[in-house]
């Protein structure tokens, strides 16, 4: 949504200035005379005739990509998109007084499951596929991370939930100086990314990997999409210190972590919900009763496993998705039965949160 009490705490991300006007067809900067155009639910915000040699792939490749994320109508927040939020709100605290930034927030997912609990939340991010839900509830800015459009110290709190591991080295250290810059004194962040560390328990893991790989021998379900979205992940920072190190950099002084030692997690992901998918996938197929025409094998070949998506396998998948969605109503049954097992997921945290591995919730603060 585009909302008056965004406009206080901006500035121009071109020029710095915070000499900035609104007119009818959107923010003008009065150093500089560039115009942020005012589009559906979301300020254009993108500095002008800034020339950068990183671009996501979420920008790149927008267009490809809206129709494979399926992005615009929300689920709850339930399984690993669960486990992570509920680590958000335990770890950043959220208060009614706060102003919030979602920096990268991609569909704007945590932004919308926490907006009513603070006062204004603000999703940020360069490419614009955000939810049907975000755009009627958070306040959306189509920016770079690089040069935020907003002033110095106007936010409470920000968090960066699955960003970092996207970047080159340079690009994080300008995230985190931009986000740090934008957090008042004693202002807190919270990120979840990963680095290459193994877990000490990663045999234990593997099990679950391994027999989720004979389902996809059985031809029971596809892991292309899942490749696919982790396809740009660079993870520049690689170890634990290089982590607290680029913190360091940006000024941001670590207060509490949780690693995520992924044992119940892996388990529920790559056999429970895996199968449970394939299974809804098919009924659906058969409820449509393809006459004649043989099943399309193409997404479940075990070749499958690659950088290309299948479009079957996508397809059959976000039907399964939809499928569950339609009965995600809070308190329904299915609603119920994935609580559970994001609690299941959540064991992790408690048990073996202590135990230095890749995956980690961090909460920093930007000094008094
Ligand atoms: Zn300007």
Redesign the pocket.
């Known amino acids: 949504m585009i909302t008056r009490e965004l406009f206080p705490l901006l500035q121009?991300?071109?020029?710095?200035?915070r000499?900035?006007y609104v007119a009818d067809d959107g923010v003008h900067?009065?150093?500089?005379?560039?115009c942020y155009g005012f589009h559906a639910g979301y300020i254009d915000l993108m500095p002008?005739a800034a020339a950068y040699n990183y671009v996501s792939k979420y920008v790149t490749d927008e267009a490809e990509l809206a129709e494979e994320l399926d992005y615009r109508e929300l689920a709850p927040a339930l399984l690993a998109a669960g486990v992570r939020d509920r680590a958000l709100r335990r770890m950043l605290r959220f208060r009614r007084s706060d102003v919030v930034l979602d920096n990268g927030c991609g569909t704007a997912k945590h932004a919308v499951w926490n907006a009513d609990r603070v006062r204004l939340m603000v999703g940020s991010d360069p490419a614009t596929l955000f939810a049907d839900a975000a755009v009627a509830q958070v306040a959306l800015a189509k920016a770079d991370s690089r040069s935020l459009p907003f002033a110095d110290g106007g936010f409470d709190k920000a968090f960066a939930i699955d960003i970092l591991e996207h970047f080159p080295l340079d690009v994080i250290d300008d995230y985190l100086a931009e986000t740090a810059r934008v957090l008042r004194p004693g202002g807190r962040m919270l990120a979840f990314s990963n680095t290459r560390e193994m877990s000490p328990i990663q045999p234990l893991i593997n099990l679950s990997r391994r027999l989720g790989r004979r389902f996809v021998r059985a031809g029971l379900y596809d892991f292309s999409r899942e490749a696919r979205r982790k396809s740009d992940h660079l993870k520049a920072l690689e170890t634990w210190e290089d982590v607290l190190a680029a913190f360091e950099r940006a000024g941001l002084r670590p207060v509490k972590v949780v690693f995520w030692n992924s044992l119940f997690t892996t388990f529920v992901e790559h056999v429970l919900m895996k199968l449970g998918e394939a299974i809804l996938g098919r009924m659906k197929d058969e409820g449509r009763g393809m006459k004649g025409a043989p099943p399309q094998r193409s997404g479940l070949h075990p070749s499958s496993f690659n950088p290309h998506p299948s479009p079957d396998g996508i397809a059959r998948e976000i039907r399964a998705r939809r499928r569950i969605r339609g009965q995600l109503r809070p308190g329904s049954p299915v609603y119920l039965a994935l609580m559970a097992v994001t609690l299941l997921m959540e064991l992790d945290l408690w048990l073996f949160g202590w135990m230095r591995c890749g995956s980690y919730f961090i909460l920093v603060e930007k000094p008094r």
Do not use: E, K, V
């Open positions: 121009c991300p071109t020029c710095r200035s000499q900035l900067c009065a150093s500089c005379a560039s002008r």
